[in-house]
């Protein structure tokens, strides 16, 4: 197949794309208070022409482009929020929000979506449908695709497919990921709290040491994913704070925990409360003391409709050629496009951002994190691709 003209447009458009990824770079917000985000985002719409709503899942901005014949809803989503991290590069673009930081690369996601907005307005009369931009806020455990698809987002009109894509650290510039299935895990957040009878740290024989039970928990617990989760399963059982006590001398009467958890397959995911709660709960029980657990849902596994997948993947083909397509191995981060990807088929690809030349080889939520711009015009690449495959009459 012919490139199409488009691709070299993109190619012109590098030193724009950069320039609007550092706009956005110096003022991240952390989920759901993106104002000046969601702000510029609506303004750079307006810009193009378009008539963006705001204030869809309290931060968001959705706007669409018409195809100029009749057809299918494709949503096209970039998520938009930071972290909460001082950022630590000396890059003269660098965050100018003290202890906020887009280091999770959501920066460049905008800016593809608005190259990619751009790029598809020109080409209107091809469209056969509609795309519906979707710039969602509080990504990163918030629960912003929920709040915008409680908004009504996936609604009027009904949108039919879902494609986004996520810039990737992990992964050389120059090449896309697209696998179908399963990409991202299930992430699901603990809080565990151990309970004993407090006492003289010279006389445990008198209380029930929390600390003590806590230490057999925390071993333990690896056993749910070596004993219990099948070989052939993946899962992730990880306690990232602990916290009790009060002196050396005193026997502690409480601890509390916190973790995460990550799964990929559905039955794993549906057991991972049991495993745990009988994990905690028996082992404390063992030693005099009482344990229980606070299991919240966070996102679902990540999962790419077969036939999207294939025709993302097939875009991306046509538009970077075979070499650069790779099929990558799954993620065991967790991802809230898998909320928009349970309720319509999609796919979620990865954009490759590393180059070690350019100091871009952090890893994401790094305070030092830094992708390769030249990845952006790829990345709009196969997104202008994939949408102009959807809508297309043949489909
Ligand atoms: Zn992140
Ligand atoms: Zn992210």
């Known amino acids: 197949m012919a490139i199409a003209p488009w691709t070299e447009q993109i190619d012109t458009m590098a030193a724009e794309l950069t320039a609007t990824r550092r706009e956005f770079h110096r003022i991240p917000e952390i989920g759901f208070e993106e104002v000046k985000t969601s702000a510029l985002v609506a303004a750079k719409l307006r810009a193009l022409g378009l008539e963006p709503h705001e204030g869809i899942g309290k931060t968001g901005v959705v706007a669409m482009i018409e195809g100029a014949h009749p057809g299918r809803t494709l949503l096209m989503r970039a998520d938009i929020d930071g972290l909460p991290i001082e950022e630590r ?22 800016t593809m979506m608005l190259a990619t907005a751009r790029i598809l307005l020109e080409h209107r ?9 979707v710039f969602q806020p509080a990504e990163e455990s918030l629960g912003g695709a929920r709040a915008m698809i409680d908004d009504g ?8 497919a879902a494609i986004g894509c996520h810039i990737w650290n992990d992964m050389p510039t120059g090449h896309v990921g697209v696998r179908e299935g399963p990409i991202m895990a299930a992430s699901d957040r603990i809080h565990i709290t151990v309970e004993g009878r407090g006492g003289h740290g010279a006389m445990p024989h008198l209380s029930s040491d929390a600390i003590v039970a806590s230490a057999q928990v925390i071993n333990s617990l690896q056993t749910v994913v070596s004993r219990r989760v099948s070989p052939l399963s993946a899962g992730v059982v990880t306690i990232g704070t602990i916290h009790g006590g009060y002196a050396s001398n005193i026997i502690a009467d409480r601890v509390e925990m916190e973790g995460t958890v990550r799964s990929f397959d559905d039955e794993v995911w549906q057991q991972m409360p049991d495993f745990i709660e ?12 009482t344990g229980s657990v606070q299991y919240t849902r966070g996102v679902p596994t990540t999962v ?26 799954q ?22 951002s590393q180059n070690s030349e350019k100091g871009a080889d952090r890893p994401h939520h790094h305070p ?28």
């Open 368 to 395: 030092e994190f830094n992708v390769d711009e030249d990845a952006m015009p790829l990345g709009v690449k196969v997104l202008v691709a994939s949408a102009l495959k959807y809508l297309d009459a043949q489909h």
């Open 278 to 289: 009988q994990i905690v709960e028996g082992t404390c029980r063992a030693l005099g003391c």
């Open 331 to 352: 993620s065991t981060g967790g991802e809230d496009m898998s909320v928009f990807l349970q309720a319509v088929p999609g796919c979620f690809f990865w954009v490759g």
């Open 125 to 133: 009369e091809h469209l056969h449908g509609r795309v519906k931009l």
């Open 89 to 110: 590069t000396s890059l003269e673009y660098r965050s100018t929000h003290p202890g906020r930081m887009h280091a999770c690369g959501h920066d460049t996601h905008i």
């Open 153 to 160: 987002v996936l609604e009027g009109p009904h949108v039919d």
């Open 304 to 329: 790419n409709d077969a036939e999207m997948a294939a025709l993302v993947r097939d875009a991306a083909t046509e538009v970077l050629g075979a070499d650069r397509v790779l099929y990558p191995q």
